[in-house]
């Protein structure tokens, strides 16, 4: 498929900003005097800052990186830290004269966007022994995010990004793209169902902003008391969506295998529920949304993947856990996924 037919989010190179670049641009914008180290990342280029007293994380935006929706990004943490202030979100750090951002040139001359957020500590979730107590606390933790987003509007929040659910139709295309027969045949057959009765209903349903990408790597753990998130990270795939969209998204990575596969999901779903209920429609929708973005993981790693192969191991971080879900949940009737989803979410069924 052509570069054009999907969010420019998905391709493109720029110029690397070496580490004594970075920590140039933290001493003149921030006023941070320290070293930088690059961190692993998709698009934007993330150091890991240090100081003489303290550590934070300074982000380069990708020069064709939209201003808005950076601006959009800056301003959901800035609502998060006043709507919830117990919420491990991380802290925007002022430039030198207040600003929450500054404009740099990198080598090529090119304009890029650097902000500097605060450092929280942990290891991630997806390095861990996923217990119960975690995904307890993965559902509530994005409740309360959700909960404190729920008012939060601004004017590059429906921005184009091919990780948004509601976009998944136009990715059929890269179909071909999927080297594994059966894999491609379980992505496809999530495509027919949902152009056939998922994405009718989606405008119908209650939209906020929402985080989009709670993924085991986007998840941060306390190492001293295990099963406590100590901060939500990444927030580059932040849209106004379906609100549903979040908790399918962030169940997806908890598939498990076999008979029981739905259990691990079912806790995610009831702590959520518990602190911010869903309705019977959205229940009911779980199944196939989950399915959605465990196709969509494959499709796009893939493309990404072969287009980008000094990046591949990054890019295909979830891939693996995404094939297996799609595997498991076949093996799942829809209607005892819908009535399971149900009593999860303490309705009657």
């Not at 930088?36 to 990342?41: Q, V, W």
């Not at 999927?178 to 045949?185: E, I, S």
């Not at 911010?276 to 989950?290: G, Q, R, V």
């Amino acid at each position: 498929m052509s570069e054009q037919s999907i969010s420019s989010a998905l391709s493109g190179s720029a110029d690397q900003i070496s580490d004594d670049l970075a920590a140039a641009i933290a001493r003149e914008h921030f006023g941070l005097a320290g070293h930088a180290a690059l961190l692993t990342g998709e698009r934007d280029q993330n150091f890991l800052l240090r100081t003489a007293h303290a550590k934070f994380v300074l982000k380069i935006s990708h020069p064709d990186e939209d201003r808005g929706a950076i601006d959009f990004q800056t301003a959901a943490l800035l609502c998060l830290a006043q709507s919830d202030p117990e919420l491990p979100t991380p802290r925007i750090i002022r430039t030198r004269d207040g600003r929450s951002e500054a404009v740099v040139r990198d080598s090529r001359g090119a304009a890029r966007v650097a902000r500097v957020l605060s450092f929280l500590p942990g290891v991630m979730a997806a390095g861990c022994p996923v217990s119960p107590k975690l995904r307890l606390a993965i559902g509530h933790t994005l409740a309360r995010f959700d909960r404190a987003l729920a008012q939060f509007a601004h004017p590059a929040d429906s921005f184009d990004l091919s990780w948004d659910i509601v976009k998944f139709a136009r990715l059929r295309p890269m179909l071909s793209g999927v080297a594994d027969p059966a894999d491609r045949a379980n992505v496809e057959r999530a495509l027919d169902r949902f152009d056939g009765s998922i994405a009718p209903v989606l405008p119908g349903l209650r939209h906020q902003v929402i985080h989009n990408d709670l993924n085991p790597y986007n998840i941060l753990v306390s190492e001293e008391e295990p099963g406590v998130i100590s901060g939500v990270l990444d927030f580059g795939d932040m849209i106004r969506a379906p609100l549903v969209n979040d908790l399918a998204i962030a169940s997806a990575y908890h598939v498990g295998q076999g008979g029981e596969a739905l259990t691990p999901v079912l806790e995610i779903v009831g702590a959520y529920s518990a602190l911010n209920p869903l309705t019977a429609e959205e229940s009911d929708l779980l199944y196939d949304l989950i399915a959605t973005r465990l196709a969509m993981t494959v499709l796009i790693t893939e493309w990404r993947a072969a287009r980008h192969p000094e990046n591949r191991a990054y890019i295909l971080k979830n891939h693996p856990a995404a094939v297996r879900g799609l595997i498991a949940l076949r093996g799942i009737a829809r209607t005892d996924a819908q009535a399971r989803f149900r009593r999860a979410s303490g309705q009657d069924i």
